[in-house]
């Protein structure tokens, strides 16, 4: 059988081969399906019977995570041979009766013994890397580019309307999107707009979903209004009085009517642009009120430029001749098509023989159909030329939908799940998908999207896409659910795509293929959103109960972000079951048949209404991955330490009595990667289990949460004890108890919470943590800190609900021979109600610190003196009695929020500060700008509400922008001049300036309100101007709305807003 796959790993053969022979072929492979569901059966059987062997001699209750020193591992037994089930031994002798029909009908299937699957050494290598890996390559298109920008800045159309449309018109893959993506974050256009929004348009988009991501694109945030009238006045009233850009992507629709209404609503603006890209020109036909911009295919030079670049990199400079030569001619087979030039440069990168160059320039994919193009020709030789274990993964991507944002952890898991990632050594499956993963994005089959701490997107070409579906066409299927009724029963691999938040999914078994391995529903109801906080929409799925016995053979089993809300029993009849996500579902218990599923890998129960993890759970023995939401009130049995190849547990929760886990079970627990979070320490009554959980021994983890609070409520779990069985803890307990849980060297992120004890353990902030990153100690009745401050690579510090600390002093740096916090950027301090002061800092400590943020600190009185030299932006809020700020000769943005001391506001000397934001402020009735400020660009003035005066605005002379809102008793003197550098002027419900306001002259106030303010580097400065998340953000200030606020809440989506379908891809 072995054998057999080979051959069939070799599509790049079937699509020269006659039908006949495709057709047994397609015969051989529905072979190999039910071959391998047959051995796959079997040896669940054989699972089945050690799990219960063991059971029977009682060696489950003795494999606890405790373990001496001294033990050793027993051996184990031979296995004992697992009669056949009589029901499967009748279907393997139909199996091989098939398979001789076939060899009998088709002798020439030219296998031998050299076709068995071998994984080359070079293959599990890292492939080659440069710097360029990852960037977007341009070539070609900068005059496109200045032509684009001229157009869209001219001021409109000629007849003066008010919003006009410039489409750029191209085939796929010429590079439509790309020049949009350039236009669109040109700072040229930043600068001339006073906002953008950037939307993907899909082909049977609806207008109210349209309008709402297009509402969204603007304001960077959440649209509540849900009806089509309250959308348009919403629209009409975010863009009313600005000069606005839209970008509308990859547009099909040709609908005058639907547009019509889309669009209407714009017309409130005094000037709006929208760019356009289609491949139809009737689409731009319809609705230009500009000549169309035709996007040209590459020049020859340019061509060979870009394969280049990207076969050979961007550092060459002497190529072979023989290279050369082929290579231009390659290129110009592409005919001028970046996509194709990009995806057969990038294979050919791995393809170090000349011999192998000539077959790919005279291969005779280029005449196959579909070659008037060139673009999937050029693909499907990309395709051909990917080493066969890249291929065998990356078929599975054919069932998402066309610009799905998908997650790097998914895929690999998924893979993972099929048995298609094969190693021939000892490295991590894991590590193995994430190199993969590298060489697909070099082969520009899929590109990375948005990388962050803690996510990892990737996203395809639609022509990428087109690819996967002619490769895959008989096996997989990715279908939309108002088409979904009756399908072929040839399909194994089937993904339901719902792009409607209000559908209602009832499945039953007639719909669904005999044989299904993979049966997933895609939530793609705005998936560029489905990755970030926004995304909360639930799609309603009823199954019916027979409809599990058409899901037996399934491998993967996926209802992530659906409504699904129950689970049945039969579920455990799924024996061949190796993945099962139930990510964001209302399901609130798992079946104990679950625990039965001896193949399961992957079990992603991230749901917060999930109460308790299925008892059985220790018999899920393959399991490598359980994910469970960190925060819910979740309970966790006692066992989970037997599950020895776990690679992930995202929770483990500590519990009393003997139903729950005990924290020495996570002794045995020693391959656990990432991330662990430690509930309910709490619980722990002796110091010897703390110390057999052998948390110093986890190499592999990078994150760690340890969380005296109890995990679990009793209400949710019908095993909780109730607090009548608590045992007494006492700070000393927990001292001892933290000094036990030592983690491994290699940790880079710790956090610590609700810890109960009066001091630290000696080993936290001990240098030997070389590679501690991030702390976060949370809620804690410690009377000192620890001193973290010789922790040479500790980059972000945040200290919060520290109620004994009174003084921060010398010891918080640390004794040693560097400087306090050598490497610390990011320094916070919050609700810190009996902190007086922090001294003891001496010159040359926090040489690197860039932000420093102190909240709710009211007994506060002085910093230290000196700082930093460093520091450029401060954020003081609710710090009542601070007197006055050291000083800060380097500090650019500078946030006071809440009640402050008069005198801290008016006796600012900060010649470097660009940026100032007083907000919130009830006390103070004055505030005095001197002259100490000549560099202050922008300043915002809010809700205030005692606020009588403001002093010396005048001497503002570099002041750009300034925004006034909410302070009612507000008064300025008729003859108080503005600052001559001002360009942006908001005033909002200041009821004591309407008098002032209709003074000034209106030619004056007209242009303040149409002046362009700010360039790409002040944009950045502009960060301090925005809300602390808990504020109302109705009265977001004017341009600054898609700047990210000063506590980060918001995800960076990239260049295109929230509407990231296709970063970086050409179209």
Known sequence: MMRIQRTLDEPADHSIRGETERLRLRELQQFVYDAQDAVDEYKFERLRQRMEDQDRRGDGSSRSGRKRKGDKKEPEADPVPVPVPDELAKRVKKILERFNEITRAWNDLQMDENDAPMLEEDEMLPLPTNPYADEINVVGREEDKENVIKLLTAGGSADDRKLSVLSVVGMGGLGKTTLAQLVYNDRRVSKYFDIKGWVHVSPDFSVKNLASRILMSFTRRQCEATEMDDLQDALMEQVQGMKFLLVLDDVWTEDKDLWNALLSPMLSAPLGMILLTTRNESVSRTFQTMPPYHLSFLPADKSWILFKKLAFGSEVQNIHGEFEETGKKIAEKCGGLPLAIKAIASALRFEPMEETWKEILNSEQWELPGSEDNVLPALRLSYDRMPKHLKRCFIFLALLPKRYLFLKDNVINLWMSMDVLKTGGRKRLENIGRLYIDALVQRTMMQRTRSDDELDCFSMHDLVHDLLQFVTEKDFLRIETQYFDGLAQSYRYLSLVVSSSDTNVLLHSAQIPEGLRIFQIVNATDNSNCYSKLFSLNINVTIADPLWQSFRQLRVLDFSHTGLKTLPDSIGDLKLLRYLSLFKTQITNIPESVCGLYNLKVLDARTYSLAEIPQGIKNLVSLRHLMLEKRSPLCMPSGIGQLTKLQSLSRFSIGSGSWHCNIVELHGLVNIHVELFITGLRRVTNVDDAQTANLVNKQHLQKLTMEWADGSLPGRCSHHPGNENDTVVTPELEEAVLESLRPHRNLKELEIANYGGYR???????????????????????????????????????????????????????????????????????????????????????????????????????????????????????????????????????????????????????????????????????????????????????????????????????????????????????????????????????????????????????????????SDEDREALEVLRDDTEDEVEEEFLDIADEEDDEGEEADFGPLGFSIDDDGQED
């Open 760 to 1014: 630290y353990p000696i080993w936290l902030g001990h240098s030997s943590f070389s590679q501690l990153t991030s702390i976060t100690l949370y809620d804690q009745r410690c009377e000192f800190l620890p001193p973290l401050g010789q922790l040479p690579q500790l980059l972000e510090l945040s200290v919060q609900w520290m109620r004994g600390v009174k003084h921060i002093r010398d010891e918080f740096c640390g004794q040693g021979d560097t400087r306090g916090f050598p490497a610390l950027k990011d320094l916070e301090f919050e609700n810190m109600p009996t902190w007086v002061e922090w001294s003891g800092v001496a010159d040359g400590d926090f040489p690197c610190l860039h932000e420093l943020k102190i909240k709710e600190s009211i007994e506060l009185r002085y910093l230290p003196q000196p700082l930093s030299c460093s520091l450029s932006k401060l954020v003081i809020k609710n710090c009542d009695k601070l007197l006055k700020l050291p000083a800060l000769p380097n500090i650019s943005s500078l946030i006071l929020k809440g009640n402050l001391n008069e005198e801290l506001i008016s006796d600012l000397d900060l010649p470097l500060l660009r940026a100032l934001k007083v907000s919130l402020s009830h006390n103070i009735e004055c505030i005095l700008l001197n002259r100490n400020l000549p560099l202050l660009e922008f300043l915002a003035i809010r809700k205030c509400t005692k606020l009588k005066e403001l002093v010396g605005l005048s001497n503002l002379r570099s002041l750009k922008l300034l925004n006034i809102i909410g302070c009612q008793k507000l008064q300025l003197r008729f003859d108080q001049p503005l600052p001559q550098q001002l360009a942006r002027l908001t005033v909002l419900k200041c009821p004591q300036l309407e008098d002032w306001f209709e003074f000034q002259n209106a030619e004056l106030y007209d242009q303040l309100i149409q002046s362009d303010y700010a």
